[in-house]
């Protein structure tokens, strides 16, 4: 059974930088679409980032140049490299696994998520 | 980006009721829409894909229903864990966008 494990939120000042972690178990995240999706609190899904099997990389207009996605396939462990932190940034992350490769947008399993708090 | 709205933002249920939510895309999506049940604390959980297709282990009281732009999940007879938030997500075209979500509360 898939599992996703996150860590790595915490609460930090604008402008600076955390890095999430998603540990996965179960499949390959190298032969996976894998994404981080955030919920600021009490509202909807935001997606935020996904990486493509082949490891192509796609962001939000909302974090383009200031979140980074990454894997390290030998730790089956997907990165949000997370910058120039801004207060509308607070938001529990989630990671998220794509059902398929023909399916990827469809999010079968997902992590617990990760609290990050942007506050000064 | 593809707006997704959907309808009613909240309703109001006993169990043993007929649910029907909605949700409208901006543009045609084909049948690339997904429906997902979240509970207070948790992560969503996939229920419906392409539409119509049900996740592996839901319930066969949750169906998906439409195409192109209308898009309708019904839960037959409502059950008391099935109180709940749900979204509908466009799965056509990045960025991948959720409704503002419907929530299932006791009446």
């Known amino acids: 059974e898939a599992q996703l494990v996150e860590s790595g939120g915490g609460m930090v000042q604008p402008g600076e930088s955390l890095r999430l972690s998603c540990e996965a178990s179960g499949f390959t995240v190298s032969s996976s679409y894998m994404s981080w999706v955030r919920q600021a609190p009490g509202k909807g899904l935001d997606l935020v980032s996904v990486?493509?099997?082949?490891?192509?990389?796609l962001y939000a207009d909302a974090v383009k140049d200031r979140f980074t996605i990454s894997r390290d396939n030998s730790k089956n462990t997907v990165y949000l490299q997370m910058n120039s932190l801004r207060v509308e940034d607070t938001a529990v992350y989630y990671c998220?696994?794509?059902?398929?490769?023909?399916?990827?947008?469809?999010?079968?399993?997902w992590g617990q998520g990760t609290l990050v708090a942007v506050s000064s | 980006d593809i707006q997704m709205t959907q309808s009613p933002s909240s309703v109001s249920a006993s169990v043993g009721d007929r649910v029907t939510i909605t949700c409208r895309a901006s543009q045609g999506l084909s049948s690339w829409l997904a429906w997902y049940q979240q509970k207070p604390g948790k992560a969503p959980k996939l229920l419906i894909w392409?539409?119509?297709t049900l996740q592996s282990g839901v319930p066969s009281r949750f169906r998906g229903s439409g195409s192109e732009t209308d898009f309708t999940l019904t839960i037959t007879s409502l059950l008391p864990e099935d109180f709940a938030t749900y979204y509908c997500q466009q799965a056509s075209s990045f960025p991948l966008t959720f409704g503002g979500g419907t929530k299932v509360e006791i009446k």
């Open positions: 990486i493509y099997s082949g490891g192509s990389t």
């Open positions: 392409r539409a119509s």
């Open positions: 998220a696994k794509g059902f398929s490769d023909y399916d990827w947008g469809y999010f079968d399993h």
